[in-house]
């Protein structure tokens, strides 16, 4: 089993940055595509930014040129991470990260719990 574990939520005001890290723990995995995605209160939940394994990255039209979505691997450990800078109000939402991870020669949907981010006017 590989989990996948959100940090860096919080409370902020507009025009200020978060980074929100997600963690993999669990059993050695590949990577097909790491995603960002988020969920505003009453909305559908929508892809933000996401990472392929060739290292290809695309964004959201409404985050381009704000938002950066990067990969942290060490010897023991990958995080994925979103950089958010100039946040505005309708950033507010809950944010997931999502794995299409080769789990065991399988390919696996891995989500995580979530982090809430909210965005002050």
């Known amino acids: 089993q590989v989990q996948l574990v959100e940090s860096g939520g919080g409370f902020v005001q507009a025009g200020d940055s978060l980074r929100l890290s997600c963690a993999a723990y669990g059993m050695t995995f590949g990577i097909s595509t790491l995603q960002w995605y988020r969920q505003p209160p009453g909305k559908e939940r929508e892809l933000v930014a996401e990472?392929?394994?060739?290292?290809?990255?695309?964004?959201a039209e409404s985050v381009k040129d704000r938002f950066h979505i990067s990969i942290n691997k060490t010897r023991n450990m990958l995080h994925l991470l979103l950089q958010m800078n100039t946040l505005k109000p309708e950033g507010t939402a809950v944010y997931y990260c999502?794995?299409?991870?080769?789990?065991?020669?399988?390919?696996?949907?891995?989500w995580g719990q979530g982090t809430q981010v909210t965005v002050s006017s």
């Open positions: 999502y794995g299409d991870l080769l789990i065991m020669g399988s390919r696996s949907d891995v």
């Open positions: 990472i392929t394994d060739a290292g290809r990255m695309n964004y």
